[in-house]
């Protein structure tokens, strides 16, 4: 059976594809804000560019539905099209009239040549449901009406389709910037496993007095072996001094793992520091903010607080952390009033606080907020200063007694 023909009003899928890039365009910047300047998540840039790229040169066939049942749809045509994205915001539409669903296979040259039906879509096109198919550069997409008709259903159809399509797509619309590209950039050596297993050239430097050399990695493990955390001590807490315990060993292989070791102690302490100011809270407090340019004071009950837990309603709420009050005493917003409390309290002896403000802080602070990378010798002293500071805090407490950190 030949294949129809049929007259277009002029300007008409102009028309229709001005009213589907408007939509697409309003979708995405719905659905996937970016900030002020155009930036964002990858994610959301790819999309963004993604659903901005309308229109694109397209093929359009539309699919009669005499002579079959179309799931008893009564939809006289059925619309595919074929998109090219490798040619974004290009307007280029090529019509090739109506071709009966009945009658697919008289007309290869159309129906796989150019809209590029594979059979298992040809079969899919029998029954009244939209087809989203190909990668990039180029898509299939088939609905079950005649898409001038019904162009906000379309889009919608379209816009759900391209919101889950694999990341192929989405690749080609990425805007990040590929430095290993644009800088020529070469891929580290690949090392084999032995090479990776070997010792650090630099812990070659440190040697034992009693035989003059370095200490084996299992020799590292076996001199931090006996520093452990009391019962009472959080999980999460004891999981940060592993990771710690772990990079002192690991030290061995790569020299620089001996600072990160040091860095996640500190961060161990800080955490128990503010661990233990929590276990300090009653079951239920009341906190407290004074808005000094409303002039009012605004007050919320917190079940089961924490010093993280107070910080987070905070600052969801916009109270200024510096002056938040709990149970009517100014809420300790830094380490160093932490620290402060805790002594106050006898949780920490003067000698402990002072080694806390004057060393540990700073050390943290060093590790944290870096201009360049500093370089720490193994110490496994400093991690067995760490955990005897981490036990005495938690050591009034009863060993029954176990806190949950948020």
């Keep these: 059976m030949p294949m129809s023909s049929l007259s277009y009003r002029p300007n008409e899928w102009s028309e229709f594809f001005s009213a589907v890039k408007n939509h697409l365009s309003s979708f995405a910047t719905q659905h996937w804000p970016l900030e002020v300047d155009g930036s964002g998540p990858e994610g959301r840039l790819s999309l963004n560019r993604l659903f901005k790229s309308f229109p694109v040169p397209a093929d359009i066939v539309l699919l009669s539905t005499d002579g079959i049942e179309f799931g008893g749809s009564t ?12 040619r974004p915001n290009t307007l280029d539409i090529r019509t090739h009239g109506i071709v009966p669903l009945n009658d697919l296979g008289s007309h290869p040259e159309l129906i796989e040549g150019i809209l590029g039906f594979e059979p298992d879509i040809q079969d899919g096109l029998l029954t009244p449901a939209s087809i989203f198919a190909g990668n990039f550069p180029c898509c299939i997409h088939v609905v079950p009406y005649d898409a001038r008709t019904r162009v906000e259903d379309y889009a919608d159809n379209l816009a759900e389709w391209l919101s889950h ?45 009693s035989d003059g050399k370095p200490l084996t990695i299992s020799e590292r493990h076996k001199s931090i072996a006996h520093i452990q955390l009391i019962p009472q001590v ?13 990079l002192y060993v690991y030290g061995y292989l790569e020299y620089d793992f001996f600072t990160i070791s040091l860095h996640y102690a500190h961060l161990a302490l800080d955490a128990a520091l503010h661990a233990r100011w929590s276990a300090t809270l009653p079951p239920s407090v009341t906190i407290s903010y004074y808005d000094k340019k409303a002039k009012t004071t605004h007050q919320h009950t917190l079940a089961n607080p924490s010093h993280v837990k107070i910080r987070e309603y905070c600052q969801r709420a916009k109270w200024r952390i510096g002056a938040v009050h709990v149970d009517g005493k100014l809420f300790p917003s830094t380490v160093r009033s932490v620290v402060r409390e805790l002594a106050e309290k006898n949780f920490l002896t003067i000698w402990q606080r002072k080694m806390i ?14 201009e360049s990378a500093p370089i ?22 009863p060993p029954s007694v176990k806190i949950c950190t948020p």
């Design 234 to 246: 959080p999980d999460s807490l004891k999981n940060t001094f592993r990771q710690a315990k772990r």
């Design 357 to 370: 403000e004057e060393f540990d802080i700073k050390a943290r602070n060093s590790l944290t907020h870096l």
């Design 376 to 397: 720490h010798f193994p110490s496994g002293h400093e991690l067995e200063l760490a955990a005897d500071t981490i036990n005495s805090l938690f050591d009034s407490m």
């Design 75 to 86: 939809e006289r045509y059925a619309t595919a099209f074929r998109y090219d994205f490798s």
């Design 165 to 209: 399509h694999p990341s192929e797509l989405l690749e080609a619309f990425s805007a990040k910037t590929d430095f290993k590209f644009k800088y020529g950039l070469s891929s580290d050596p690949l090392l084999t496993d032995e090479q990776l297993l070997q010792m650090d050239e630099t812990c070659g430097c440190f040697v034992k007095m």
